[in-house]
């Protein structure tokens, strides 16, 4: 299986990326002051920064949509077509592993191989889902990457993080790529997308990194997947399928038709997020929908029925809002939505009622968080936490 290399121009610019992140989440008073404070725009538009659904053109939506916040945008041009609380700060599971791939994809050569030890998974959650990596097996890139994509699993996101020079270094990055995409909704606690203190996203930002991800070559290849033989030790392999069900069709969906991808992610704190890409008649479309109601095959319905929406209204319908481009890459720097709202869903996934940015105690929660310290508090709670992702082991 091979797919086209796409080498990020700014591969030289990320350690100095990964400082400027670090001061900006050391400051997160600053990061969450409304537009007014420093006369930039909102990132996106000042409509994605209203609370509630934003269309104009006269199109109705699909009728029943019981999301808290989605997003519908168009790929190529960057516009948004329609949205409802595009930058809420939801908890993002593992559609968070859009930007783990974004940050560390173009790190590894695909047929570089590792073996796996035991300090690789020492620190998994428990409950995580996992592809069933094991120690001593000696793995190719490429192979760890379809665990990633294809079956969500958190022992090759960390075996892949260990690789990349440790959790607390790829958080770090992770997030340093998050602010230099202008996801600034986004607060990165663990790679894999687990439940944590704090660790939140948007609509908009998990939009923000499937558009960036799907032009690497490598990223559209692996998101696109449905099987693909895993390692077994020795001679042996099982096969692993994906658990987009857009994708596979599994659990009674039909495919949708040129569907690309992208992610998708369940929790019990978190509940349902999906990012999708598909193709239709030359025009690409990307909707994130997060936490729907509960139960069954809502959240990819209601992806489904927005993708339909937006291929029937592109280029009917005025955009209410952009996808904002890397600083990196010349885009023009916009300002975080003033009063950006941490739902219940999203203050359970943080443990508190709060801001997020709160939650990690400003610079020094911070500091703690890339010395380990944060990211170990998963520790505290494996004996009780019974949160899985869309995988394996999903209840």
């Known amino acids: 299986m091979r797919f086209s290399s796409s080498l990020s121009p700014r591969d030289a610019r990320l350690s100095r990326r990964a400082v400027l992140g670090l001061a900006a989440a050391a400051a997160p008073l600053t990061l969450a002051a409304p537009a007014s404070a420093s006369g930039a725009p909102v990132i996106g538009g000042e409509r994605l920064g209203l609370a509630g659904v934003q269309v104009q053109g006269g199109a109705p939506l699909p009728k029943r949509l019981t999301a808290r916040a989605w997003v519908v945008a168009d790929h190529d041009s960057g516009q948004v077509l329609a949205a409802c609380d595009a930058h809420r700060r939801l908890a993002p599971a593992s559609t968070l592993k859009m930007l783990f791939a974004d940050t560390v994809l173009r790190k590894f050569e695909r047929n570089q191989t590792h073996t796996v030890t035991d300090a690789d998974l020492a620190d998994i959650p428990a409950g995580s889902s996992l592809v069933g990596i094991k120690p001593g097996i000696t793995y190719t890139v490429e192979q760890l990457w379809l665990g990633v994509f294809l079956r969500s699993g958190n022992d090759a996101v960390h075996v892949l993080s260990h690789m990349n020079g440790g959790i607390a270094k790829t958080v770090a990055e992770m997030q340093a790529e998050a602010e230099d995409m202008q996801a600034l909704d986004t607060h990165v606690v663990s790679p894999d997308g687990f439940d944590h203190p704090g660790q939140l996203s948007s609509a908009y930002d998990l939009t923000l990194f499937a558009r960036h991800g799907l032009r690497s070559g490598d990223f559209r290849g692996y998101c696109s997947t449905r099987v693909a033989n895993f390692p077994a030790g020795g001679k042996r392999t099982f096969q692993i399928q994906n658990t987009d069900r857009l994708l596979t069709g599994a659990w009674g969906l039909e495919t949708y038709k040129g569907l690309i991808g992208v992610k998708n992610g369940y929790t019990s704190n978190a509940g349902n997020t999906f990012t999708g890409a598909a193709t239709r008649g030359g025009r690409t479309l990307i909707v994130t929908v997060m936490h729907p109601e509960p139960g069954g095959n809502g959240v990819y319905e209601e992806t489904a029925s927005l993708l339909d929406w937006g291929f029937a209204h592109a280029g009917k319908v005025e955009p209410v809002g952009a996808l904002a481009e890397?600083?990196?890459?010349?885009?023009?720097?916009?300002?975080?939505?003033?009063?950006?709202?941490?739902?219940?869903?999203?203050?359970?996934?943080?443990?508190?009622?709060?801001?997020?940015?709160?939650?990690?105690?400003?610079?020094?929660?911070?500091?703690?968080?890339?010395?380990?310290?944060?990211?170990?508090?998963?520790?505290?709670?494996?004996?009780?936490?019974?949160?899985?992702?869309?995988?394996?082991?999903?209840?």
């Open 326 to 395: 890397p600083l990196s890459e010349g885009g023009a720097r916009g300002t975080p939505a003033p009063g950006r709202q941490v739902s219940a869903h999203g203050a359970a996934a943080a443990g508190h009622g709060g801001s997020s940015w709160g939650l990690i105690g400003g610079a020094g929660g911070v500091a703690a968080l890339l010395a380990g310290g944060v990211y170990a508090l998963r520790g505290r709670g494996r004996g009780r936490r019974r949160a899985t992702e869309d995988g394996r082991r999903r209840r």
